[in-house]
Every structure is written in structure tokens, then in C-alpha cells.
């Protein structure tokens, strides 16, 4: 099991940034893959970034050069940094967590509001 933790949604104007954060419950080395994912009114959820515990990232092509995913090992958080905000990245921002084996099992966090403003 995993739980996860978000934190660090809120109001920004366009161009602006935000970082939201995700605890686990556990080391995150121990979770094969984690990540980002976000849902905007009246869409399904999109993958914005992954980090695996390998080190290995992986973006939306509307957020790469954008948004950073990185990891804090000690604290057992993962990040997203959000720079240069637009209003479509408008959504509900959800952590997730992936275990391969024996099986794939995803945790999801209970996701974060972030409203990018005009």
C-alpha cells in the first residue's frame, strides 16, 4: 500500500509558477515509477510527468521545457515545478504511484487544484 499527499495547488496568473508536492507513505525507491497527472473540466486525466526510481523522466509534449519533475529521497516527496503558467494547465493536479510486481498497481493522491488565470 501507498498513500499519497499533495500539497501546493492554488491561484497564479499566467506566467506565473507553482510547485506542488506529493508525500509517500514509504520510500520512494521502493515505488517503481511515480508521477503527475491532471484533469481539466469535462476531460479525462492526462500524464504531465513521470520519474521512475531509476532516475528516468518523461513529459507531456505541452509541458516539456515548462515543468520539472524531480524527487527529495530523504523526505519521500516527489515535486513538480510549474513555470511559465498558461490557463490551460488549469486542472486538478493528481500524484500517482506505480508498483510493477507482481502486478501493475497505481495509488493516486487526492489531487490538488491549480486554476492558471488570463
Given at each position: ?15 506565473g ?7 509517500a ?35 507531456a ?51 490538488t487544484?491549480v486554476?492558471?488565470?488570463?
Open positions: 500500500q501507498v498513500q499519497l499527499v499533495e500539497s501546493g495547488g492554488g491561484l497564479v496568473q499566467a506566467g509558477s507553482l510547485k506542488l508536492s506529493c508525500a507513505s514509504r520510500s520512494i525507491f521502493s515505488i517503481n515509477i511515480m508521477g503527475w497527472y491532471r484533469q481539466a473540466p469535462g476531460s479525462g486525466r492526462e500524464l504531465v510527468a513521470t520519474l521512475t526510481s531509476g532516475g528516468n523522466t518523461n513529459y509534449d505541452s509541458v516539456k521545457g515548462r515543468f520539472t519533475i524531480s524527487r527529495d529521497n530523504a523526505k519521500n516527496t516527489i515535486y513538480l515545478q510549474m513555470n511559465s503558467l498558461k490557463p490551460e494547465d488549469t486542472a486538478v493536479y493528481y500524484c500517482n504511484g506505480g508498483l510493477f510486481w507482481p502486478r501493475r498497481v497505481d495509488f493516486w493522491g487526492q489531487g487544484q486554476t492558471v488565470s488570463a
